[in-house]
């Protein structure tokens, strides 16, 4: 069984950082892609940021594209997201998310090819 425990996350000032981490037991972690998603309170999930099994590929939403960076440590089964420059907009729970196969699909930000997911971190940045 696939566990995913996400960590990191708490209040900022926007301008400011931080970085969330997700370690992941049960599997095979280093053979598959991750993702950061983000989910506010009446909305639908949207994915944040996928990394393929190497860390050598990476994708990110539209609007954290500069600001946020995804990496991955297959030593320690870990991914993070450093965000730089938060925005209030940026508040919500993210979540860590294993997928089912070594690249982030085409269609990743959708949640197509996750399967797992972590309890999730919230995320607060105050203006």
């Known amino acids: 069984q696939v566990q995913l425990e996400e960590s990191g996350g708490g209040s900022a000032q926007a301008g400011g950082s931080l970085r969330l981490s997700c370690v992941a037991s049960g599997y095979i972690y280093r053979t598959f892609a991750m993702g950061w998603f983000r989910q506010v309170p009446g909305q639908e999930r949207e994915g944040v940021s996928c990394v393929n099994w190497s860390g050598a590929e990476t994708e990110y939403l539209d609007s954290v594209k500069g600001r946020f960076s995804i990496s991955r440590d297959n030593k320690k089964s870990m991914v993070f997201l450093k965000m730089n420059n938060l925005k209030p907009e940026d508040t919500a729970m993210y979540y860590c998310?294993?997928?089912?196969?070594?690249?982030?699909?085409?269609?990743?930000?959708?949640?197509?090819?996750?399967?797992?997911w972590g309890q999730g971190t919230q995320v607060t940045v105050s203006s």
């Open positions: 998310a294993a997928g089912e196969y070594s690249v982030c699909l085409a269609s990743w930000s959708s949640e197509l090819g996750f399967e797992d």
